[in-house]
T-cell receptor, first 116, second 113 residues
Framework: GAGVSQTPSNKVTEKGKYVELRCDPI?????LYWYRQSLGQGPEFLIY????????DSGLPNDRFFAVRPEGSVSTLKIQRTERGDSAVYLC??????????????FGPGTRLTVL | GNSVTQMEGPVTLSEEAFLTINCTYT??????LFWYVQYPGEGLQLLLK?????DKGSNKGFEATYRKETTSFHLEKGSVQVSDSAVYFC????????????FGRGTSLIVHP
């Protein structure tokens, strides 16, 4: 089957605009993660879903960031009032089980967000 | 808090050379340790993992041994190929009851023919 997909692959927006980034996990994967990766850095955790609920959103930097997963599959990361500092690659990953420490996460190709 | 420190890149090698990429970590308890690889234009993918002390993870000729006494998980390969050129990320999870992974900054590997 297909891997994790993310759309769009690139998004350019203006400061202050609203953006939505979409993640399609591997079918049947209950755990879904969002990360942000800045240039020259490793992925930085944002939020983790187990099914439909956000099990851990401690990595969201502020209340401009929000994510949903209403049916337990596709997830959308929403950023309000974008700032230039939000420019980064946003990664999504999914895993089969319950987010245990040994789970293998499967990553999507990422969405490159540029805020002008 | 948890942290992962990797050697800075880029690491530049000739084909068939021996590779070591150093990784050390700070964590409580007994985390699981991972190496991920990101080939140009592709997403991160798991290369290997080890879940307890003295375990050795291996895949595609790469190896790493979980050394709790030195809090290290160095990545090695005996003979690199041009196709190994990529960015390699060391990561941990499962520290202090948290399953949220912590990643290092990544080390770029460039292999010349």
């Amino acid at each position: 089957g297909a891997g994790v997909s993310q759309t769009p692959s690139n998004k350019v927006t203006e400061k202050g605009k609203y953006v939505e980034l979409r993640c399609d996990p591997i079918s049947g994967h209950t755990a879904l993660y969002w990360y942000r990766q800045s240039l020259g850095q490793g992925p930085e955790f944002l939020i983790y879903f187990q099914g439909t609920g956000a099990a851990d959103d401690s990595g969201l930097p502020n209340d401009r960031f929000f994510a949903v997963r209403p049916e337990g599959s596709v997830s959308t990361l929403k950023i309000q009032r974008t700032e230039r500092g939000d420019s980064a690659v946003y990664l999504c990953a999914s895993s089969l089980s319950t987010g245990g420490s040994t789970d293998t996460q499967y990553f999507g190709p990422g969405t490159r967000l540029t805020v002008l | 808090g948890n942290s992962v420190t990797q050697m800075e890149g880029p690491v530049t090698l000739s084909e068939e050379a021996f590779l070591t990429i150093n990784c050390t970590y700070t964590a409580t308890g007994y985390p699981s340790l991972f190496w991920y690889v990101q080939y140009p234009g592709e997403g991160l993918q798991l290369l290997l993992k080890a879940t307890k002390a003295d375990d050795k993870g291996s895949n595609k000729g790469f190896e790493a041994t979980y050394r709790k006494e030195t809090t290290s998980f160095h990545l090695e390969k005996g003979s690199v190929q041009v196709s190994d050129s990529a960015v390699y990320f060391c990561a941990l999870s499962g520290s202090g009851g948290s399953y949220i992974p912590t990643f290092g900054r990544g080390t770029s590997l460039i292999v010349h023919p």
